[in-house]
Every structure is written in structure tokens, then in C-alpha cells.
């Protein structure tokens, strides 16, 4: 497993990031290890699918299936981080000083220098922050899933709508954020896996986990349990297999690279395994190579500066004798 994965497990305390709980994994296992029978049976479901009003049900009981995210900073707050840097903190202390010896042409200068560039940094994350929720808005996701009809009185087998689902087995087109726990979901090629489930059916299925393990390589999956066989020719035992190494287990966030695939939904949302990883992530902005560009640059600045104003200030004493001109000539 690489060592990203590792790091996202790390307690929160330890300075990582908090993975699925214990009992998580444990559910995971379970649903793994039973036959399909009983863990329809479980989730109350079949093959046939959920109802439209057992779906609704569950909606209420479990929510959507969406992931929690943050939403943009508001624009006061993006205009107090730009000024958190380091060489804007040294430009900002400098017209200070500036400004106090009547240096009123210097300290305006500087203080401009601050201002253009706290305001190039607002624009910047400003306009890819909203770029980035109108993408959101803009992409509409939707899974395959079975939908088991109720007839009620006057839902007769002539109904336009009745005759399409039986055309269709039952298979219907819904956002990915309906889906609840007991789905029946049909995946292919190129698919995103809209949540965690149990594989039930398969034929040639390759999965990339890359979203979650870091690796690049797809892995196979299937209907049936196949445990690897450790170095000393022993199996170990499930409970203490990483649950993103169980073959008939998918996840949310990994894509479908070839075959196809009938499963049933474990978990959604926030309950699925992405989801326990994302909570950890929340209010952790992670750095760009721009930003840590930005903070090396600084702290070049700011040690070149704090080791030449004693200097210069010791030269300024020693060739004039008076302390408060060199005070004022090394600021």
C-alpha cells in the first residue's frame, strides 16, 4: 500500500488525516464475506432493485449521497489570507517604520507594493474558487441503476412509463446523488463507481484505485472472493485484509477501466470509505508549488534581511558615531 494511503491514516492527533473507523471496516468485511443471499437480504433488497418509494424512504433515513465540501471562503476572509505571507508581513513592518521616521514617499511606495499584491493574490483564488463551483454545477453525474416498481391502482401495464421500464429490465438513468443503500447499480467502461458496493455480478472487471491507494496499476474484480496468498504460503484472514484489497469490493471515487458489473450499494455519502478520508481533508488547503515557491522566496528575503541591517547598522556606528542616523539609514 503506498505511503499516501498511509499518511491519509493517520490519526488526526498525529498530524495526518483520520481514515474509516474501526466498525467501518468491520461492515465492509462483513458484507464481503456473506453470501449475496443474505447480504441482500440484510439491506433489504433484491436483485430486482428498490422501489421508488422505498428509495425516497431511505433518502430520508440517509440522506443524499453527497460528499460534505467546503464552500468558498467569503471574500473578507480570502482578503485576511492573502495577507498571511511572510514578505507581505516584512513589506507591511518596513512602511511602518517608514511612515514613524517621516519617510512619508518610502512608506507609500511600500505600503503600494503590499496592497497590488495582496489584491493580485484575492483575484486569483477568488476567480478559481467560483471557477471551480460553476464546473461543479455544471457536471451532472448519473449511475445505472434497477428500479422495482410498485403497481398501484391505475398504474396499469399500458402506462407508457410501464411499458419503457419493461423494455429496460427495470434499468433507469438517476443523478448519482439519489442513490441509497440496497441500490442495484450497473457499471461499465469508464464508469465512475457512484458509491461503495458489493460486486454481484462481473465479467472482465478492472478497476482503477489509483483516487485511493495512489496506485496507478487497475486491479481486478469480481463476484467472487479471492483471498491472496501471503509470503509463507498462508492466507490471512479477512478482518485483517485492507478492505481496498478485497476483490469484490468497490469504492467510491475509483473508475471502471473495462468490463461491466452489477452491484448493490453499501454505503453513500459521507458513510462511504472516500467519504471517511474526505472528513479529514475538510478545512486543509493543500499548498501549491506556487505558494511554496512564494514562502521560499520570503524567507530568502527575510534572512538576507535580518542578517544585513545589524551589519549595516554596526558600519553606520562605526564610520558616523551616531546611532540614531544609523538606526534610520538601516531601516
Request: charged share 25%.
Amino acid at each position: 500500500m503506498s505511503r499516501t494511503l498511509d499518511r491519509l491514516r493517520r490519526p488526526s492527533g498525529a498530524g495526518g488525516f483520520a481514515g474509516p473507523s474501526s466498525r467501518q471496516v468491520r461492515d465492509l468485511h462483513a458484507a464481503a464475506q456473506g453470501r449475496v443471499s443474505t447480504l441482500l437480504k440484510s439491506l433489504g433488497t433484491s436483485l430486482d432493485g428498490l422501489s421508488s418509494d422505498e428509495v425516497r424512504r431511505r433518502q430520508r433515513k440517509f440522506g443524499f449521497n453527497e460528499m460534505v465540501h467546503e464552500r468558498p471562503p467569503r471574500w473578507h476572509v480570502q482578503i485576511l489570507r492573502a495577507f498571511k505571507n511572510p514578505f507581505i508581513a516584512l513589506l507591511s513592518v518596513l512602511g511602518a517604520v517608514a511612515f514613524l521616521t517621516h519617510e512619508l514617499k518610502t512608506a507609500s511606495i511600500i505600503e503600494a507594493m503590499v496592497l497590488i499584491s495582496v489584491l493580485l493574490r484575492f483575484v486569483q483564488e477568488y476567480r478559481s474558487a467560483h471557477a471551480a463551483e460553476r464546473l461543479k454545477a455544471r457536471v451532472r453525474n448519473t449511475a445505472i441503476v434497477t428500479r422495482s416498481e410498485v403497481r398501484r391502482p391505475g398504474y396499469g401495464p399500458r402506462t407508457w412509463e410501464a411499458v419503457w421500464l419493461l423494455a429496460q429490465h427495470g434499468k433507469r438513468e438517476v443523478p448519482r446523488r439519489e442513490l441509497v443503500p440496497g441500490d442495484i447499480v450497473h457499471l461499465s467502461a469508464r464508469d465512475i463507481v457512484p458509491a461503495d458496493v458489493r460486486v454481484v455480478l462481473s465479467r472482465d472487471l478492472f478497476v482503477n484505485q489509483a483516487m485511493l491507494t495512489g496506485e496507478s496499476m487497475p486491479v481486478e474484480k469480481s463476484e467472487m472472493l479471492v483471498q491472496n496468498v501471503a509470503a509463507n504460503g498462508q492466507r490471512p484472514e479477512l478482518d485483517h485484509t485492507d478492505p481496498l484489497e478485497v476483490n469484490n469490493l468497490c469504492f467510491m471515487g475509483t473508475n471502471v477501466i473495462s468490463g461491466t458489473a452489477t452491484a448493490v450499494v453499501l454505503a453513500t455519502g459521507g458513510r462511504t470509505y472516500y467519504g471517511a478520508m474526505a472528513r479529514g481533508l475538510i478545512g486543509r488547503r493543500a499548498s501549491t508549488s506556487f505558494d511554496r515557491g512564494i514562502r521560499d522566496v520570503s524567507r530568502l528575503l527575510i534572512r538576507f534581511t535580518l542578517t544585513m541591517v545589524p551589519i549595516v547598522f554596526l558600519i553606520n556606528v562605526l564610520t558616523k558615531g551616531n546611532w540614531t542616523s544609523a538606526f534610520v539609514f538601516r531601516m
